[in-house]
């Protein structure tokens, strides 16, 4: 009960008086100032981490529960008192279609972006602590006498911490743990859980941090991290606040040249001042899609799909999220280097090789290692379709 209405600022201040050096006066056994009982805070934030767990177990088995309630498309006409199959309703001797159809929902309706396509009256669960298809956010608390960045040894002590709390078994890759200790100022002590260890976020592109490389965001739904891992705004790098995603699109790379345009587009940019202006660029912009899983084996398959998973290409042990289910529309810039930072990004024969000179050479080494960033664009975005942009070398901010 402590975990849930404490407010996460108090954390950090009872960390710092804790850390705070305290001089004894001579003849003084104890010093004046009280000293927090960082135990009885500790057990505060692992019964937290700990109810986060349950009610996500919870919340995942009543899913489960209701989408095995849902009605197979193949079905017989349901049988009337004298046990004959019932008819349509009929006007005028035609026909009438039912409002509702029978038809069960798209395999990627129950689970793209945190929503369901049962009512709300079929959800019986319902917390602020832990929401569906979005990622966990536990607490642990470990004192850091570094300040705001954690040291390997803090960092090792968060996962003991986990390990205290009983939960270790429990953690999934993409499982966000906070220490509320640091600090509650944008994602300060935030840190990823990757199957084995805690990973730092990373600052390459966001002053706050983001999502490590490491991970691999097409095994995460698009909104996963939504307001757990908070978003740096920019006015002129990132004025929506868009997410940034690693996405390796070379195995749709055939289909991305198929559909590549050069297109006019406006857009409304805010200057430092805060004034607004709508702004004519243009920009390259192609699309992919990506096709759930068909078992060859099942005339039915496509409603049953939900138990297949398609992996992710070229990496091993890992599989495609639903929410990417549909089209994925890439948007780069409409320069000449916006266009060669493409063509790399789609891989080897999509594209006719480039006659390159030695300083676009340099720039596509350069920029080898950001050919995988992409932001989200959830101004446009909606379930089925999911766009995203380009990041360059040049966006970077450290």
Known sequence: MRGVSMPTHQYAQLAEAYLQPRILNPGEKHPQVKVPDILSLAMTTRAYTRVVMRLRAQAESEARAVARSHVSPVQ???ATRDGQASRPATRDGQAVRRSSSSRTPSPTSLYSHGKSSVSASNQTFQSPLV????APLLRVFVPSPEGEWLSDSSVVECEAELKRAGVLKLLRVGDVVWDVAVGDEGNLGRMVWDGSYLVDLDHKYSRMGELSPYFHSLAFSPSYFHRVIRTGVSTV???GGNPIVYIDVSPWGQELAANLQLLQDRATTATPHGALHSVVHWLHRSSFTIRPPVSPHHPHAYSHSQNLRLPIPNVAGFFIDPGWYGTVVVEAEGTNEGLADFQ??????????RADNVTSKMRSEKEKGSRRVYRVLREKSRPGEIWIRAVREKERVM
């Not at 929401?131 to 979005?134: F, S, T």
């Not at 790399?344 to 090789?353: I, L, Q, Y």
């Open 76 to 78: 017989s006409r349901p």
């Open 131 to 134: 929401r569906l298809h979005r």
């Open 237 to 239: 790098l990132n004025p």
């Open 344 to 353: 790399a990004r789609c891989g080897p024969g999509a594209f006719p090789p």
